[in-house]
């Protein structure tokens, strides 16, 4: 079974949820960094933890990774973004706020007085954490990964229902007589 390799991308749920809104700078730098480096030690501690337990799982892995290595989700974000932060700290996702000003009511250039009317309603500002190279260009970022959880969910339970054989009973000894 998959066991560790999914104690990993529970991590990586973990580290997603830690991306929301108001986080910025290095706070969010690390973040990302952070769920980068999980995404793809969920195949690493496929590979070396879970794959030494049988010689079916080996090949179970084995033959899903020849599969990956021509998908776009690991090959295109999980492998070329861990190799972007990891080996050159290029990170290929980006976050940026809009803060929006509340004005008076008060005409500044006029010298008015202020008015009887409510004050303006002040707007939330606006995040965005959107991926800045291709081919998940202008996706949100957290909306990437989350795609990338459930492609490592589904290669998982792939893995597994592969290396799920049928178990064979040994009949029991027959006594000696």
């Not at 030690?41 to 590979?47: F, I």
């Not at 005409?107 to 606006?126: F, L």
Request: one cysteine or more.
């Amino acid at each position: 079974m998959t066991r560790a390799a999914r104690v990993v991308l529970e991590d990586c749920r973990s580290a997603l949820a830690s991306i929301q809104d108001g986080v910025s700078g290095s706070d969010w730098r690390w973040r990302w960094v952070a769920v980068v480096a999980l995404l793809r030690a969920v195949g690493h501690v496929l590979h070396k933890v879970d794959g030494p337990t049988s010689p079916s799982m080996q090949a179970a892995i084995q033959t899903a990774f020849q599969r990956w290595k021509g998908d776009g989700m690991f090959r295109d974000f999980i492998e070329h973004e861990r190799n972007n932060v990891l080996k050159a700290y290029r990170l290929g996702a980006g976050q940026s706020v809009t803060v929006y000003a509340a004005l008076s009511a008060m005409s500044i250039w006029a010298g008015t007085a202020p008015s009887d009317s409510p004050p303006p309603q002040r707007r939330p500002p606006s995040y965005r954490y959107p991926m800045t190279q291709a081919p998940f260009e202008g996706q949100d970022q957290r909306t990437v990964v989350a795609d990338a959880i459930k492609w490592w969910e589904r290669e998982l339970d792939l893995i597994d229902a592969a290396v799920d054989e049928p178990r064979q009973t040994v009949p029991p000894r027959s006594p000696r007589s």
